[in-house]
């Protein structure tokens, strides 16, 4: 479901017809991605291997159709294959790159998240009730047939809440992957330049001092905005590498 959804920001016409071939093959690669790294025929690396080459020839074959096509799409695909005339437009592989990392970086986050807060919320009334008050309180201002839209998203206060508490106490990222640019030394441990780290950001989430009671599911703990915002908060990671997704992860 989550796959489809961004599929269909990807390449919206297209998204129903070819989204059950593109699923079975990123599995693969998902798959792939988070095994143990030996290359050999049967494995999961080797399947996902594989994996990665039909989605990029899935891909593939659709930027030709879209390109032999007189017919514009206002979908993200178009965007960025009829992007040719500015400096910045990207050339082919770096579409597919660009397409590929988007898809991998919301699916799994997303589901898990979604799958997670629907558990904390039914072994919390109290937080359902609030929840359920928030969201018929915005649909009380529209028609029946009217959809939400960017405003009412923004007004999901304690939703929000709901969604960064779920991140906390279900860690869904549990670290950041960084390679040092030159040598550190760190409690008395020295860390080679070059060097590829797993920065484990776990922990932080269940510091008493930075969340009282951690163990607690307290979505009202984020009713203060400006707990996002601390340095100390690497739900979505950090610097420049921050994830862009966590508007469309509470959307
Ligand atoms: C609950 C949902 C999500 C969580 C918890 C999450 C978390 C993260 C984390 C921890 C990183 C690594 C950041 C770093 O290295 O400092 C990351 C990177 C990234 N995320 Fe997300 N993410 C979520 C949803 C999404 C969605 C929906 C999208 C796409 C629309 C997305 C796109 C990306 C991309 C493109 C990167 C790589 C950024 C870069 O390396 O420059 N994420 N995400």
Not at 13 to 18: L, T
Not at 107 to 128: C, F, I, N, Q, R
Not at 132 to 140: L, N, P, Q, T, V
Not at 149 to 171: H, N
Request: charged share 25%; proline share 5%; hydrophobic share 35%.
């Amino acid at each position: 479901m989550v796959l489809l959804m961004a599929f269909k920001q990807i390449a919206e016409v297209e998204s129903r017809s070819i989204y059950g071939a593109i699923k079975i093959e990123f599995d693969k690669m998902f798959i792939g991605s988070l095994s143990l790294p030996i290359n050999l025929p049967g494995t999961n690396y080797y399947q996902g291997f594989k994996g990665r080459q039909n989605v990029i020839k899935i891909l593939r074959d659709l930027m030709k159709k879209r390109r032999a096509s007189p017919v514009t799409n206002e979908d993200m695909l178009d965007q960025l294959i009829r992007d040719l005339d500015t400096k910045s437009a990207l050339n082919d592989d770096e579409i597919i790159d660009q397409i590929i990392t988007i898809l991998y970086s919301g699916y799994e986050t997303v589901s898990t998240t979604s799958m997670m807060s629907v558990k904390y919320l039914h072994d919390h009334p109290k937080a359902l009730e609030e929840l359920r008050d928030e969201h018929f309180a915005i649909r009380k201002g529209k028609t029946a047939d009217e959809p939400l839209d960017w405003d009412d998203y923004k007004s999901m206060r304690f939703t929000r809440a709901v969604i960064f508490e779920t991140l906390r106490l279900a860690t869904i990222i549990n670290g950041v992957l960084r390679k040092t640019t030159h040598e550190m030394k760190l409690n008395g441990f020295v860390i080679p330049k070059g060097w590829r780290i797993y920065v484990y950001t776990r922990e932080i989430n269940y510091d008493p001092f930075l969340y009282p009671e951690p163990l607690k599911f307290n979505p009202w703990r984020w009713m203060d905005k400006s707990l996002e915002t601390h340095n100390y908060c690497l739900l979505f990671g950090g610097g420049s590498r921050l994830c862009p997704g966590p508007e469309r992860s509470s959307e």
